[in-house]
T-cell receptor, first 112, second 116 residues
């Protein structure tokens, strides 16, 4: 099966700085990677996804980087804002498989 | 448009009672998923429905757990003879399964279940 881990369970960042959240996965057959943001009392909210045929994908203030060689995934948030405070989860799935394996989450706290 | 809707948002019940949780997926989404999230942890897959195919029940933790889905609409997750270890947030998600695989799953806000 797939094992998904996050490097740091918590991250404190100054407002306006960039945030980097890391994730490692174990299955080299993993093909689909996705980041979610979960605020207190809410369900996970889709942020961005990437497939294994790409190394980088950008969204609004977010960038996902994929390093398949070392099986590492990261989410970068530019100019972090107080509204970015939440728990961030990475999840992975093999090719053509709907079953996502989730990491335990990184709690991001933005300092004013 | 409307997102995934779950009800009730909170449920408190006594050990041994049965509970039924409801999920209304996003209209047009053919795939529906149930997950369990224990406090401070990631999501555990429970069950997956896709159209008229047989559901993938491989994540259900015991035979006390069951789920049904009517066509491509509402789903209910039932937990019989609840135990304190069943206390968790139960999340439902839905997605398109058309063309390319691995469409993003969109989540509801969950049902927070507390077993006394």
């Amino acid at each position: 099966g797939e094992s998904v881990g996050l490097h740091l369970p918590t991250l404190s960042v100054q407002e306006g700085d960039n945030s980097i959240i890391n994730c490692a996965y174990s299955n080299s057959a993993s093909d689909y990677f996705i980041w979610y943001k979960q605020e207190s009392g809410k369900g996970p909210q889709f942020i961005i996804d990437i497939r294994s045929n790409m190394d980088k994908r950008q969204g609004q203030r977010v960038t996902v980087l994929l390093n398949k060689t070392v099986k590492h995934l990261s989410l970068q948030i530019a100019a972090t804002q107080p509204g970015d405070s939440a728990v961030y989860f990475c999840a992975v799935a093999p090719l053509n498989d709907y079953k996502l394996s989730f990491g335990a989450g990184t709690t991001v706290t933005v300092r004013a | 448009g409307a997102g995934v809707s779950q009800s009730p948002s909170n449920k408190v019940t006594e050990k041994g009672k049965d509970v039924e949780l409801r999920c209304d997926p996003i209209s047009g989404h053919t795939a529906l998923y149930w997950y369990r999230q224990r406090l401070g942890q990631g999501l555990e897959f429970l069950i997956y429905f896709q159209g008229n195919s047989a559901p993938d029940k491989s994540g259900l933790p015991s035979d006390r757990f069951s789920a049904e889905r009517t066509g491509e609409s509402v789903s209910t997750l039932t937990i019989q003879r609840t135990q304190q270890e069943d206390s968790a947030v139960y999340l439902c998600a839905s997605s398109f399964v058309v063309g390319a695989p691995n469409q993003p799953q969109h989540f509801g806000d969950g049902t927070r279940l507390s077993i006394l």
